[in-house]
């Protein structure tokens, strides 16, 4: 299983960025059964959360990306979404993919990461 993530760039403060997380190789049945979120980690500073889809479907933002990103997926094609709007400098980070798998498939997984710029 490898976790192949898309969509970082470099954008302007309040422009928007779309990052993928596809999950390659994954049996449906662990994607499903799985937790999926994203977390981000700043020059300097420790990984944090950002977002996820618990397995009953709730979803989850740190209070920083609230209202202004909007996590999703698509389990047909195991892929994991970020919709990032209203982009802020403090979002610039290297943005990670995980899928706490560990109920099903006794593991978790983590993307190679996807850099975000964002300029004031």
């Known amino acids: 299983v490898e976790l192949v993530e898309s969509g970082g760039g470099s954008v302007q403060a309040g422009g928007s960025l779309r990052l993928s997380c596809r999950a390659s190789g994954m049996i449906l049945s662990t994607f499903t059964g799985a937790a999926i979120g994203w977390y981000r980690q700043a020059p300097g500073k420790q990984r944090e959360f950002v977002s996820n889809i618990t397995v009953g479907g709730t979803t989850n933002y740190a209070d920083s990306v609230k209202g202004r990103f909007t996590i999703s997926k698509n389990n047909s094609r195991r892929t994991l979404y970020l919709q990032m709007d209203s982009l802020k400098p403090e979002d610039t980070a290297v943005y990670y993919c995980?899928?706490?798998?560990?109920?099903?498939?006794?593991?978790?997984?983590w993307g190679q990461g996807t850099q975000v710029t964002v300029s004031s």
């Open positions: 995980h899928i706490d798998a560990r109920l099903v498939a006794r593991r978790d997984y």
